[in-house]
DNA sequence: CTAATGACGATTA
DNA sequence: CTAATCGCCATTA
């Protein structure tokens, strides 16, 4: 069990067979998603599609959003890392969050303008 | 039951 | 570049 992801880490994603089966329960979708999201490396960031693509279930973006806003309180999991398809914050700027994830994404070096990221440290 | 709503995305105008 | 549309899916009203 990862400390950081909340769940066991690196886990092995998505042999088809056992992709319908890991896919089944709530809990383990979180997990997946989470675990995507502690692999992106600090310094670079991942949009939600790439993180969707990466947990086995393309095209389900909007889940992986609504799935971050379930973190817990206090969690270690990087989602500040996860900017949309435009490389843009998807808080408004003036948001708590949009401060904090602009905060932390510059702390990593990760220049923020207009709430876009640059090309160099996106992953699509 | 339907309709609206998101931490979204691709396409089109 | 922006804006509108449609597709996406779980949750909420």
Redesign the pocket.
């Given at each position: 069990m990862c400390d950081r992801c909340h769940s066991p880490h690196h886990l092995p994603l998505a042999t088809k067979a056992s992709e319908a089966r890991a896919w089944d329960s709530?809990a383990n979708?979180q997990q997946i998603i989470w675990s995507v999201v502690c692999q992106i490396p600090s310094g670079r960031t991942a949009?939600?599609?790439?993180?969707?693509r990466r947990a086995g279930?393309p095209?389900?973006?909007?889940?992986?959003?609504?799935t971050?806003?379930?973190?817990p309180p206090g969690s270690q999991v990087p989602?500040?890392r996860?900017?949309?398809?435009?490389r843009?914050?998807?808080?408004s700027l003036d948001s708590p969050?949009g401060q904090e994830?602009k905060l932390r994404l510059e702390a990593e070096g990760i220049t923020v303008e207009?709430g876009?990221v640059a090309k160099r440290v996106f992953e699509?």
């Open positions: 709530p979708r949009s939600y599609g790439e993180v969707a279930v095209g389900l973006a909007r889940y992986v959003g609504r971050l806003a379930q973190l989602w500040h996860v900017v949309n398809a435009q843009r914050i998807s808080f969050q994830q207009k876009r699509g």
